[in-house]
């Protein structure tokens, strides 16, 4: 179009047809000949001067959205590991790892003990809160308390740890002792699992 003698411009001054937009205003003149071959202007000859416009957007928003589905999440099955349990046994002596038994004489030295059931060595246990009583109601007395320190410490020892390859153990060492006219003792304690290892037990004093 910027050939042919036609000539192109910016109108800043006409109508816009929307914000930030120009009328481009093009134009020629175009002559009609009617001796061509002559190269000349004759009377009956004619001139033409013929114009268009259009409009001109400087800038424009444009938009075009498409969708990106969500990432599907791949369900793994469940770990049905179950959480370590506490386990407590009386043996009789001061080695926590002899067997459990379930007769010992008065005066006699047994330990309680405690384990949990668990061998990887991640977890540890603090008992605590423990009681014993004669099965019936009518006697009960504390012997370790909310701590984990023995009440009476002519009574029950203190707290100690053992281990033996990847099983620990935790025990106190005990007097032991009976309630009239009944045969059996029994013991209640409290014993929390942690993971890796529980807080320190109080200083105790036997």
Same mark, same amino acid.
Not at 105 to 111: D, K, L, Y
């Given at each position: 179009?910027?050939?042919?003698?036609?000539?192109?411009?910016?109108?800043?001054?006409?109508?816009?047809?929307?914000?930030?937009?120009?009328?481009?205003? $093009?134009?020629?003149?175009?002559?009609?000949?009617?001796?061509?071959?002559?190269?000349?202007?004759?009377?009956?000859?004619?001139?033409?001067?013929?114009?268009?416009?259009?409009?001109?957007?400087?800038?424009?928003?444009?938009?075009?959205?498409?969708?990106?589905?969500?990432?599907?999440?791949?369900?793994?099955?469940?770990?049905?590991?179950? $959480?370590?349990?506490?386990?407590?046994?009386?043996?009789?002596?001061?080695?926590? $790892?002899?067997?459990?038994?379930?007769?010992?004489?008065?005066?006699?030295?047994?330990?309680?003990?405690?384990?949990?059931?668990?061998?990887? +060595? +991640?977890?540890?246990?603090?008992?605590?809160?423990?009681?014993?009583?004669?099965?019936? +109601?009518?006697?009960?007395?504390?012997?370790?308390?909310?701590?984990?320190?023995?009440?009476?410490?002519?009574?029950?020892?203190?707290?100690?740890?053992?281990?033996?390859?990847?099983?620990?153990?935790?025990?106190?060492?005990?007097?032991?002792?009976?309630?009239?006219?009944?045969?059996?003792? $029994?013991?209640?304690?409290?014993?929390?699992?942690?993971?890796?290892?529980?807080?320190?037990?109080?200083?105790?004093?036997?």
């Amino acid at each position: 179009m910027d050939q042919c003698g036609t000539n192109i411009q910016l109108n800043q001054s006409a109508v816009q047809v929307q914000q930030n937009s120009n009328v481009m205003l $093009f134009s020629n003149t175009l002559v009609v000949l009617h001796e061509a071959a002559w190269g000349i202007l004759n009377m009956g000859d004619r001139a033409y001067t013929i114009q268009c416009s259009m409009s001109r957007t400087e800038s424009q928003t444009v938009q075009r959205a498409f969708t990106v589905p969500m990432i599907t999440g791949v369900t793994l099955p469940p770990d049905n590991a179950n $959480f370590p349990e506490c386990i407590m046994t009386v043996v009789g002596g001061t080695n926590p $790892f002899t067997p459990d038994v379930n007769t010992l004489a008065i005066g006699e030295v047994g330990s309680l003990i405690f384990t949990v059931t668990d061998n990887t +060595g +991640g977890f540890g246990l603090k008992p605590y809160s423990c009681f014993a009583h004669d099965g019936m +109601g009518m006697n009960r007395i504390p012997i370790v308390n909310d701590a984990g320190c023995p009440v009476e410490g002519k009574l029950v020892g203190s707290l100690q740890t053992a281990n033996r390859g990847a099983t620990s153990v935790s025990f106190y060492h005990f007097k032991v002792f009976k309630f009239p006219d009944v045969q059996n003792v $029994f013991f209640d304690c409290q014993c929390r699992v942690c993971f890796d290892q529980c807080s320190a037990v109080c200083a105790c004093a036997e």
